[in-house]
């Protein structure tokens, strides 16, 4: 994420959660970054450089307008016309980061080598949240090279408690022996 996004994201967060919209605001931005990605011709048409901010401005309000809050069409239109739309995603991500420390919200990443199941999502979730003492979004993906265990990512830090890690560890122990 750049800085330009980390601003921009961030002074969209301060403004929605001063207006007390913070959470309809992140949803539609979610959304908007989505409707961007499934639509890349759109993207591109308003990134070209013969259309006038006018005609961009136009185009973000006939597609969003009416649709989600103001704030958001407006926000657009500023990352439109700063030629920024390219920084959306950061910008969201960002606005995201800011949401969650104002809630008490940690986002974390398990990896596992097996799919798990839903009661096994619950406990980990619940037994993150008491470590924590914040609410937890977890998002679990599936990589069989972990052979077994799971690994967390949380706050730019990871957990390894995966049998690849194990293994790794012990084949730089017997590395390092001197006979």
Known sequence: MTEQAKRYGGSLFELAAEEQLDDRILGELDGAVS?????????????LPS?????????????????????????????????????????AQAYRERYNQAHGIVQVKAASAIPLDE????RLTEK???VTGKQIELTVTVDPTLLGGIRLDMDGMRLDGTVRARLDGIRAGLDNLTL
């Not at 006038?52 to 704030?71: K, N, T």
């Not at 926000?75 to 910008?91: A, I, Q, V």
């Not at 009661?119 to 619950?122: E, I, K, M, P, S």
């Open 119 to 122: 009661a096994t999502r619950a």
């Open 51 to 91: 259309l006038s901010h006018a005609i961009r401005r136009g185009l973000l309000d006939e597609a969003f307008g009416g649709q989600v809050h103001p704030y958001v069409v407006n926000f657009l239109k500023l990352l439109c016309d700063e030629g920024l739309l390219r920084e959306l995603p950061g910008c």
């Open 35 to 47: 409707c961007f990605a499934e639509n890349e011709e759109y993207f591109r048409l308003l990134a």
């Open 128 to 130: 993150l949240e008491t």
